[in-house]
T-cell receptor, first 113, second 111 residues
């Protein structure tokens, strides 16, 4: 049981480049989400999904796109990377119930030069 | 969504109980309180959650005041591996499983 798997672990981009951060879970969780964490700060919600075909914006969605074509995968796309997107990105998943704990991936450290 | 307030940092001697406080005075009656921790650069790890009653699991105990305006996470016998940032979180207004993390309490366990 792998849990929540994020790839890559590290990535360096130039301003304007695009890339996709991958997130996969093998627990059949309905809910998946993306957070970013900047130095000295807590996690901020970017986008989330409550099931295949359903996505919605979180607190800081600008500059990011998501899609949920399968239950297992929830990729995060940066269409034109900016230095302000330098951060650590965490993917999380859980069952969609009244009270449920989130399982987090190990994170992707992204630097945009 | 209810906001939480936590001390920025705390120290605890190894082997002693660590008591981490959290204020959530605006929490509504059906909002749970969750505790997570983040060790160094790892992804956050769920610890415990509660609504009204005190809760205990293999990791910690959660004491919620009767008026639900505050809670305390208790690590009964802190070890060096418990050094981490601890987040007290209430549910977000957007529902689903969205949780809003603050800056948490940095707990340092001292040998």
């Amino acid at each position: 049981n792998a849990g929540v798997t994020q790839t890559p672990k590290f990535q360096v981009l130039k301003t304007g480049q695009s890339m996709t951060l991958q997130c996969a879970q093998d627990m059949n969780h309905e809910y998946m989400s993306w957070y970013r964490q900047d130095p000295g700060m807590g996690l901020r919600l970017i986008h989330y999904s409550v099931g295949a075909g359903i996505t919605d914006q979180g607190e800081v969605p600008n500059g990011y796109n998501v899609s949920r074509s399968t239950t297992e995968d929830f990729p995060l796309r940066l269409l034109s990377a900016a230095p302000s997107q330098t951060s650590v990105y965490f993917c999380a998943s859980s069952y969609l119930r009244e009270e449920e704990k989130l399982f987090f991936g190990s994170g992707t450290q992204l630097s945009v030069l | 969504d209810a906001k939480t307030t936590q001390p920025t940092s705390m120290d605890c001697a190894e082997g002693r109980a660590a008591n981490l406080p959290c204020n959530h005075s605006t929490i509504s009656g059906n909002e749970y309180v969750y505790w997570y921790r983040q060790i160094h650069s790892q992804g956050p790890q769920y610890i415990i959650h509660g609504l009204k009653n005190n809760e205990t699991n293999e990791m910690a105990s959660l004491i919620i005041t009767e008026d639900r305006k505050s809670s305390t996470l208790i690590l009964p016998h802190a070890t060096l591996r418990d050094t981490a940032v601890y987040y007290c979180i209430s549910e977000g207004e957007t529902g689903a499983n969205n949780l809003f993390f603050g800056t948490g309490t940095r707990l340092t366990v001292i040998p």
